[in-house]
């Protein structure tokens, strides 16, 4: 999506990072009229502050590039719509995602709609995906950043055409050695930050530290494929599959090979591991996803389409069997055994993000 042909207002979401920097930088120097937001969030008061560093860090620069500087209060739809609804995710026994809750409801809800009201034209965010109009069938296409290491429209499957139509990603297009090669180039104070890490816009923590204050651990039975107990646990809640750390194994084995989690039994609380990541504790290939959305065009019924179950996650061939209102069914090429309730499944056309669904 190009705006060079006409001066456009942009809210550009400044997180104090190299990447919403370089994005800032780049629609300035295109001779657009730059706001830079910076996006205050709710965090725990359990944790150790730091969105007051980044705040700085997104002052300094807005400072450097002379354009004005907002922040902006989205605490109430991040309580509401992030944090209480990945904590409820998990109580349930599912296995949710915060950064597609966070661009879903903060980034291109909150901020969007806060965007326009005060004259935007549209936002822009450092997301490394590329929103693309096709000017045969007049729609707007997310694909995958060209940086594959860095891709993250695996994240951006609840926007719509309407979002996407005031919504730019203007890294998208470079690789992350040339989005730090412009950073230098515009002598941005971010140039050499290092990238953030952990659950989106509360930092540096682990899931289960944090699910830890808000869920009572219970201990519970690490059980083998064959239901022999080996082991204990401090929750089934805590976990997801494919993982191999936060458990005890007590009856050991002839070699030292670690364990994975390979099925969770909420009701019982218990989890079943295997030295095996891929062993198979089911042999239904069928998913059925609710809360369906399409970002750029519906798959139709007998397509070639590859499906994403987790960020970086192998792209998986499946079909479609049934497709009715926000509700589908589809089968996978091959079964896989660590997919679980609550996760999202991404829908792709080659590298174009077609939309997604929540798995039952």
């Known amino acids: 999506m190009s705006m060079k042909e006409e001066k456009k207002k942009i809210f550009v979401g400044v997180s104090g990072g190299v990447d919403s920097s370089v994005s800032a930088a780049l629609l300035q120097e295109q001779g657009h009229d730059v706001v830079g937001v910076f996006i205050r969030t709710w965090q725990p008061d359990w944790i150790e502050c730091t969105w007051q560093d980044e705040r700085r860090d997104a002052m300094r620069v807005c400072a450097h590039l002379d354009i004005p500087f907002v922040e902006l209060d989205l605490e109430k739809e991040y309580k509401q719509g992030v944090a209480d609804y990945m904590i409820a995710?998990?109580?349930?026994?599912?296995?949710?995602?915060?950064?597609?809750?966070?661009?879903?409801?903060?980034?291109?809800?909150?901020?969007?709609?806060?965007?326009?009201?005060?004259?935007?034209?549209?936002?822009?965010?450092?997301h490394y995906a590329q929103n693309i109009f096709n000017e045969e069938t007049g729609m707007y296409?997310?694909?995958?950043?060209?940086?594959?290491?860095?891709?993250?429209?695996?994240?951006?499957?609840?926007?719509?055409?309407?979002?996407?139509s005031k919504s730019l990603f203007?890294?998208?297009?470079?690789?992350?050695?040339?989005?730090?090669?412009l950073a230098e180039k515009f002598t941005l104070p971010?140039?050499?930050?290092?990238?953030?890490?952990?659950?989106?816009?509360?930092?540096?923590?682990?899931?289960?530290?944090f699910l830890g204050h808000y869920i009572d651990e219970e201990k519970g039975d690490v059980v083998d494929i064959e239901g022999n107990i080996i082991g204990e646990h401090n929750g089934a809640l805590f976990f997801t599959l494919g993982e191999r750390?936060?458990?005890?194994?007590?009856?050991?084995g002839t070699n030292d090979l670690p364990y994975y989690v390979v099925a969770k039994n909420i009701a019982d609380n218990t989890i079943t591991v295997s030295?095996?990541?891929?062993?198979?504790?089911?042999?239904?290939?069928?998913?059925?996803?609710?809360?369906?959305?399409?970002?750029?065009?519906?798959?139709?019924?007998?397509?070639?389409?590859?499906?994403?179950?987790?960020?970086?996650?192998?792209?998986?061939?499946?079909?479609?069997?049934?497709?009715?209102?926000?509700?589908?069914?589809?089968?996978?090429?091959?079964?896989?055994?660590?997919i679980t309730s609550g996760q999202s499944f991404v829908m792709y056309s080659g590298t174009r993000c077609l939309g997604g669904g929540v798995i039952q």
């Open 275 to 338: 030295q095996d990541q891929d062993a198979d504790t089911s042999t239904s290939t069928e998913i059925k996803l609710e809360s369906v959305s399409w970002a750029s065009g519906i798959p139709k019924i007998g397509g070639n389409y590859t499906g994403q179950i987790r960020y970086h996650g192998e792209q998986k061939p499946f079909t479609i069997a049934g497709l009715k209102d926000d509700h589908m069914v589809l089968h996978l090429a091959q079964n896989d055994s660590t």
């Open 190 to 209: 971010t140039a050499t930050k290092k990238d953030s890490q952990g659950i989106c816009f509360i930092g540096k923590i682990s899931m289960k530290d």
């Open 245 to 252: 750390h936060g458990f005890t194994i007590t009856k050991k």
């Open 89 to 126: 995710e998990y109580r349930a026994g599912r296995t949710p995602n915060p950064d597609v809750m966070c661009n879903k409801e903060v980034k291109f809800g909150g901020f969007l709609k806060w965007a326009l009201e005060h004259g935007g034209d549209a936002v822009a965010t450092g």
């Open 170 to 181: 203007p890294v998208g297009g470079f690789e992350k050695s040339h989005v730090r090669e």
């Open 141 to 164: 296409e997310m694909h995958k950043g060209k940086d594959a290491g860095k891709d993250q429209s695996y994240f951006l499957w609840t926007l719509t055409q309407d979002q996407l």
